[in-house]
């Protein structure tokens, strides 16, 4: 079956970085989309960036210019790495594969494989 691991998450103050992983098995990784979204308190869990098999990215306007999502095919793993982050960024981030090879990658509904999350907090 499809496991999805995520690390990196951790507690950093406002302007700093981190860098998430997620690490993927049980399919052909390169086959399929990846993202991650969000969580925060009290609020829906919301899309954060996206990338196609092919290396095409999508992201949330919030984080464009401040977050990159890269994948290693080789490894099987997905990267987000946050910069200039924010106390808004604080949340559960999930990493996450798209039920099909194909389709859109920047909606939650395309997305069928979840991990257990990592938390990041973001202090002012």
């Known amino acids: 079956q499809v496991q999805l691991v995520e690390s990196g998450g951790g507690l950093v103050q406002a302007g700093g970085s981190l860098r998430l992983s997620c690490a993927a098995s049980?399919?052909?990784?390169?086959?399929?989309?990846m993202g991650w979204f969000r969580q925060a308190p009290g609020k829906e869990r919301e899309f954060v960036a996206g990338?196609?098999?092919?290396?095409?990215?999508y992201y949330q306007d919030s984080v464009k210019d401040r977050f990159t999502i890269s994948r290693d095919n080789a490894k099987n793993t997905v990267l987000l790495q946050m910069n200039s982050l924010k106390t808004e960024d604080t949340a559960l981030y999930y990493c996450?594969?798209?039920?099909?090879?194909?389709?859109?990658?920047?909606?939650?509904?395309?997305?069928?494989?979840w991990g257990q999350g990592t938390q990041v907090t973001v202090s002012s």
């Open positions: 996450a594969t798209t039920r099909y090879s194909s389709g859109s990658f920047n909606i939650q509904t395309a997305y069928a494989y």
């Open positions: 049980g399919r052909t990784f390169s086959n399929y989309a």
């Open positions: 990338i196609s098999q092919s290396g095409r990215t």
